[in-house]
């Protein structure tokens, strides 16, 4: 299966913005949009933020958006917030049929 | 508003099989795709496999050999079967649906509140 590659951690001021990004390949993020992104507070289930690179479901602020260029999809989330602090994944579902999580991404806002 | 609520025994012994249900509320499990996904403590997410209420299946390469999901209609739940167990499956163990939307699919959305597994004799 592809491998999804995420930065361990990033971080920010509140008010400031931070991109995470996810990296595949030519053949899987650079051909298809079927990427998504989750937010996941400790202790808790993960949450849809993003789906389709770049679709926000209802409820979803918009600070948080969605991005793709080639083969590296991104989540920026625009002024920061205490609560945004948590750990991000992105997802793809394959060519298979299957899906591959990225290995997340540590968000600490200062 | 769909809702799911994962549940089955939090203790399985090494070499069994670790078996979980998936209850679903506010909607009919005949109407969507549904998943399963695990998380280890303190690792990232791995998905398991995913069910069609037709009974059509997908699942990792990686666990097809030992994973079983199945789908009950009557009971509007879905099961996870995952057989001879060792201590590297222990994890919180997700089910979530399948997103989708008129031309689009392949997102997960909503996901139950997750249940740890211990593999442990």
């Known amino acids: 299966q592809s491998a999804l590659t995420q930065p361990p951690s990033v971080s920010g001021s509140p008010g400031q913005s931070v991109t995470i990004s996810c990296t595949g390949t030519?053949?899987?993020?650079?051909?298809?949009?079927?990427v998504s992104w989750y937010q996941q507070p400790p202790g808790t289930a993960p949450k849809l933020m993003i789906y389709e690179v770049s679709n926000r479901p209802s409820g979803v602020p918009d600070r948080f958006s969605g991005s793709k260029s080639g083969n590296t999809a991104s989540l920026t989330i625009s002024g920061l917030q205490t609560e945004d602090e948590a750990d991000y994944y992105c997802?793809?579902?394959?060519?298979?049929?299957?899906?591959?999580f990225g290995g997340g991404t540590k968000l600490t806002v200062l | 508003q769909v809702q799911l609520q994962e549940s089955g025994p939090g203790l399985v012994k090494p070499s069994e099989t670790l078996s979980l249900t998936c209850t679903v509320s506010?909607?009919?499990?005949?109407?969507?795709?549904w998943s399963w996904i695990r998380q280890p403590p303190g690792k990232g997410l791995e998905w398991i496999g995913y069910i069609y209420y037709s009974g059509s299946t997908n699942y990792n390469p990686s666990l097809k050999s030992r994973v079983t999901i199945s789908v009950d209609t009557s009971k509007n739940q879905f099961s996870l079967k995952l057989s001879s167990v060792t201590a590297a499956d222990t994890a919180v163990y997700y089910c979530a649906t399948v997103g989708s939307d008129s031309s689009r699919w392949g997102w997960f959305d909503p996901w139950g509140q997750g249940t740890l597994v211990t593999v442990s004799s």
């Open positions: 030519s053949s899987d993020v650079g051909s298809y949009n079927r």
């Open positions: 997802s793809l579902y394959t060519t298979s049929s299957t899906w591959v």
């Open positions: 506010g909607g009919s499990v005949s109407r969507y795709y």
